[in-house]
T-cell receptor
Framework: AQSVSQHNHHVILSEAASLELGCNYS??????LFWYVQYPGQHLQLLLK??????LVKGIKGFEAEFIKSKFSFNLRKPSVQWSDTAEYFC????????????FGKGTKLSVKP | DVKVTQSSRYLVKRTGEKVFLECVQD?????MFWYRQDPGLGLRLIYF???????EKGDIPEGYSVSREKKERFSLILESASTNQTSMYLC????????????FGPGTRLTVT
């Protein structure tokens, strides 16, 4: 069965620190990959997505993610976090071209200390 | 902008009550989804619908049913609410075809007492 693993449940950083959130998936075929973010009290919104092409994708608010096919990974990065990045981050995977559903990881809560 | 709206942000119901959660999207999306979100468990799919009057069970359908009589509206029904259904419920929609992003509503925090 397909699954998504997010390595960290809760990450605490100081402002200006660099961020990397891990995401690995298990699926043998071609996939679409997503990172969603949920700010406190707000709805889930798309941070970035990878469908094809350049494996390094840039999203909103300075986030980027790199798809490494050989490692089944899609890690999220940001060079310098801000207090406003405090949120929960979800990685999601979907087999490409299918009617299938998004498979979500369990989420990583990021707390940024001012 | 895609809008997915949910009828209530907060809802408190008693055990045994029948509960309706409504979701409406305004972008003519064929696919609609209901998830529940619990701390440490992420998002789990309850039911989804590819088109009007069509529904498919997700990963955790027990205790829930759904209704999709119109394309823009997808309802989640708790036939007899129980305390273990206290959760955040998220609705989402997506264009047919597969390679499109999914848009989420603001969520309904349901408490069953």
């Amino acid at each position: 069965a397909q699954s998504v693993s997010q390595h960290n449940h809760h990450v605490i950083l100081s402002e200006a620190a660099s961020l990397e959130l891990g995401c690995n998936y298990s699926y043998g075929g071609t996939v679409n990959l997503f990172w969603y973010v949920q700010y406190p009290g707000q709805h889930l919104q798309l941070l970035l997505k990878y469908f094809s092409g350049d494996p390094l994708v840039k999203g909103i608010k300075g986030f980027e993610a790199e798809f490494i096919k050989s490692k089944f990974s899609f890690n999220l990065r940001k060079p310098s976090v801000q207090w406003s990045d405090t949120a929960e981050y979800f990685c999601a995977v979907k087999p490409r071209g299918s009617q299938g559903n998004l498979i979500f990881g369990k989420g990583t809560k990021l707390s940024v200390k001012p | 902008d895609v809008k997915v709206t949910q009828s209530s942000r907060y809802l408190v119901k008693r055990t045994g009550e029948k509960v309706f959660l409504e979701c409406v999207q305004d972008m003519d999306h064929e696919n609609m989804f209901w998830y529940r979100q619990d701390p440490g468990l992420g998002l789990r799919l309850i039911y989804f619908s590819y088109d009007v009057k069509m529904k498919e069970k997700g990963d955790i359908p027990e205790g829930y049913s759904v209704s999709r009589e119109k394309k823009e509206r997808f309802s989640l029904i708790l036939e007899s609410a129980s305390t273990n259904q206290t959760s955040m419920y998220l609705c989402a929609s997506r264009r047919q075809g597969g390679d499109y992003e999914q848009y989420f509503g603001p969520g309904t925090r349901l408490t069953v007492t």
